[in-house]
């Protein structure tokens, strides 16, 4: 018999319970008071780096899983508890995976733990890509990098926004243009580090959702880094420009193989919300009487709730899958990766704003969670590669045709 299977190993249940714990116990309970206060959670940040959840340990094994499930089991978990101080906690790991996806073993260590800290002395990352003209058009950077050769070093210029952690990170994985006439594959990513001269936070902004998650702009203003801090090295991306130059397609773009490995993670994000909204709304059916009898009992309302678990279900499994085949270098020949975070991120939207539907008035006001997990999950329809640029992957990779 072939070995498959669709169930968590026990090593998984045990995580998928430890996060659950961790996020029924700390993060619930304080999750309405940070999206009001639109602040950056610290103390929650601080306890889930005492217990390890905050930690470049706990991503480098996320990342070296085969099975590829350890850090979506573990975002769907915390997102069931809340979506913004999901993004708090995990926000960091975008910058460490830029530094993964485009770095050097020797880059990833030297920087991959300062992206964290410690726990007596937190530190914050932040992946710096979009721009107020390049959001899903990332050929268009107009942030530049400029080798000094005399002093070996990289002068970087331009602005970033919408940056998860933007102005108040530590470590700042930047992704700048070094040659613009070859558009995205002219492109490079460089590790900027703590206290380097020049780097300024711009706006933070006020959001709908996902409060609790610090965005902001970060501004670039001759900003010098050492030859070194240029992920993958000098060779690497001279090979890469000398390829460009000749006609020759790039095996990777800097910001592309970034959100090539974190797609499935977000989509578990957005299936963690649609479960909560789910499971509440749910629970509700089953105790709110209307005309004499539980609304669970009217088909209008049992066939919401089928349909909401029947998409949460197969969410889920795209996520499942996306991730698996990216921990195995298994090619996304059909877009695998941007169908896990399309479809669950719609799922998201749809499915809270069903709960909101069951509950009526209640679900609209915010002594019920619904109405926030409502406004949380339309970002993930937005960033990360927006519905439509997701499915201009996947139909780019199903037909092999340049569609526009």
């Known amino acids: 018999m072939p070995d498959f299977s669709l169930e968590l190993n026990e090593e998984q249940l045990q995580l998928q319970k430890w ?23 610290w103390p929650v940040i601080e306890e889930a780096a005492r217990v390890g959840l905050y930690s470049f340990d706990f991503f480098t094994q996320s990342f070296l899983d085969p099975t590829g499930l350890t850090l979506s089991v573990a975002s769907e978990e915390l997102a069931w508890g809340d979506a913004g ?12 995976a830029g530094i993964a ?29 979009s721009e107020a003209d390049a959001g899903s058009d990332v050929s268009s950077l107009r942030t530049r990098a400029v080798y000094d050769e005399a002093k070996d070093e990289w002068v970087i210029n331009g602005t970033k926004t919408w940056i998860t952690n933007g102005g108040i990170a530590d470590v700042n994985v930047v992704v700048a243009s070094v040659d613009p006439q070859f558009g995205s594959r002219g492109q490079a990513s460089f590790v900027v580090p703590p206290g380097t ?5 711009g706006q933070k902004f006020q959001k709908m959702g996902i409060r609790a998650s610090h965005t902001g702009e970060v501004v670039f203003d001759d900003v010098r880094v050492p030859g070194r801090c240029l992920l993958g090295g000098k060779e690497k991306l001279d090979e890469k420009l000398a390829r460009a130059r000749e006609g020759k397609k790039s095996k ?16 578990a994000q957005a299936l963690g919300i649609a479960r909560a909204a789910y499971e509440y709304s749910l629970d509700y059916a089953k105790e709110r009487k209307a005309f004499g009898r539980l609304i669970i009992e009217n088909q209008g309302i049992a066939f919401k709730l089928a349909d909401m ?5 197969a969410s889920r499994l795209l996520v499942w899958r ?14 695998e990766g941007s169908m896990s975070k399309l479809y669950a991120g719609e799922t998201a939207v749809w499915v809270t704003e069903q709960a909101i539907q069951i509950m009526g008035g209640y679900g609209y006001i915010r002594e019920h969670p619904v109405e926030r997990w409502h406004r949380d999950s339309k970002i993930y329809t937005i960033f990360e590669g927006t519905s439509e640029i997701q499915r ?3 139909a780019r990779a199903v037909s092999g045709v340049h569609i526009l």
Not at 197 to 201: D, M
Not at 309 to 313: E, G, P, S, W
Not at 322 to 335: D, Q, Y
């Open 19 to 41: 996060v659950h714990d961790f996020a029924e116990d700390v993060v619930r309970p304080v999750a309405h008071e940070w999206d009001e206060r639109e602040e950056t959670p």
């Open 85 to 96: 101080i999901t993004l708090a906690i995990f926000g960091s790991s975008l910058g460490l």
């Open 101 to 129: 996806a485009n770095g050097t073993p020797e880059q990833l260590f030297e920087w991959g733990p300062q992206c964290f800290g410690t726990p007596e002395k937190l530190q914050t990352a932040a992946f710096c890509v």
């Open 197 to 201: 001269p020049g780097l300024t936070a």
């Open 252 to 267: 990777s773009q800097a910001a592309m193989a970034t959100f090539e490995a974190t797609r499935p993670a977000v989509g």
């Open 309 to 313: 678990k029947m998409r949460i279900d």
């Open 322 to 335: 996306a991730a698996w085949m990216g921990a195995n270098k298994k090619p996304f020949t059909a877009g």
């Open 392 to 394: 201009l992957i996947i």
